[in-house]
């Protein structure tokens, strides 16, 4: 395993962590934890930062650094964060927050079973691509068009699972504002997917069009 890759990604944990513990509040820390809901969602969370970051994607493939994907990036730096402080403090300080608040175990149930959901494609999605998975949209040395797994019903189900995610772990902690966040972070999404489909057009011109036809960009016989 790659020390780099490794000290990166406890480091990323390391800023989440704070960030969710700054939002609830370091005189009561502990208090974050004893919810089982919570605790359930924080760990999805942290599962899934460290699937990602420890998976086999290429750091540095070979491919144009555009500015899309440099916004991407800064959306990635900013509504993660910003998501685990607000669902933080809101969790904490529900009564000062009125309309942004839902306060109910079927809400936390629901957020909880959309987050599980979303980390498991997001895992699934990065094994079937295996060493072919990076963060930078390119098209690799021997790369081919991976049509199996969740490939077989979307083009794009890590952006599936990552909305799904983006959308049940606020909700876990009964955040609407945190589903707003998550909600901004549509277009950025839809940016890089279109992108995407671009170049993944340019390289297998014979594969794609047909592959396209038969499957949906993110939910499968809908959209």
Same mark, same amino acid.
């Given at each position: 395993?790659?020390?780099?890759?490794?000290?990166?990604?406890?480091?990323?944990?390391?800023?989440?962590?704070?960030?969710?513990?700054?939002?609830?509040?370091?005189?009561?820390?502990?208090?974050?934890?004893?919810?089982?809901?919570?605790?359930?969602?924080?760990?999805?969370?942290?599962?899934?930062?460290?699937?990602?970051?420890?998976?086999?994607?290429?750091?540095?493939?070979?491919?144009?650094?555009?500015?899309?994907?440099?916004?991407?990036?800064?959306?990635?730096? @900013?509504?993660?964060?910003? #998501?685990?402080?607000?669902?933080?403090? #809101?969790?904490?300080?529900?009564?000062?927050?009125?309309?942004?608040?839902?306060?109910?175990?079927?809400?936390?149930?629901?957020?909880?079973?959309?987050?599980?959901?979303?980390?498991?494609? #997001?895992?699934?999605?990065?094994?079937?691509?295996?060493?072919?998975?990076?963060?930078?949209?390119? @098209?690799?040395?021997?790369?081919?068009?991976?049509?199996?797994?969740?490939?077989?019903? @979307?083009?794009?189900?890590?952006?599936?699972?990552?909305?799904?995610?983006?959308?049940?772990?606020?909700?876990?902690?009964?955040?609407?504002?945190?589903?707003?966040?998550?909600?901004?972070?549509?277009?950025? @999404?839809?940016?890089?997917?279109?992108?995407?489909?671009?170049?993944?057009?340019?390289?297998?011109?014979?594969?794609?069009?047909?592959?396209?036809?038969?499957?949906?960009?993110?939910?499968?016989?809908?959209?």
């Amino acid at each position: 395993m790659d020390p780099t890759r490794i000290a990166l990604t406890a480091a990323a944990a390391a800023f989440c962590f704070f960030a969710l513990e700054s939002g609830w509040g370091w005189d009561q820390a502990a208090g974050l934890w004893s919810d089982p809901l919570r605790l359930l969602a924080s760990l999805g969370f942290f599962v899934f930062l460290f699937g990602f970051g420890l998976s086999r994607m290429q750091l540095n493939p070979k491919g144009r650094q555009a500015l899309w994907q440099l916004l991407f990036f800064l959306a990635n730096l @900013v509504v993660f964060p910003m #998501m685990l402080l607000m669902s933080g403090r #809101m969790a904490r300080h529900h009564e000062t927050y009125g309309f942004w608040i839902v306060s109910t175990p079927w809400a936390a149930i629901l957020g909880l079973t959309l987050e599980a959901g979303g980390v498991g494609i #997001m895992l699934w999605s990065i094994n079937t691509l295996g060493r072919w998975f990076s963060p930078k949209i390119t @098209v690799q040395q021997g790369h081919r068009l991976i049509q199996s797994g969740p490939y077989r019903f @979307v083009r794009h189900p890590f952006y599936t699972g990552l909305l799904l995610f983006l959308s049940g772990f606020p909700l876990a902690f009964g955040s609407l504002m945190g589903c707003f966040l998550a909600a901004c972070y549509l277009p950025a @999404v839809l940016l890089r997917i279109s992108n995407e489909e671009r170049l993944l057009a340019e390289a297998f011109k014979n594969e794609f069009p047909a592959y396209r036809q038969r499957t949906r960009l993110l939910i499968p016989f809908i959209l």
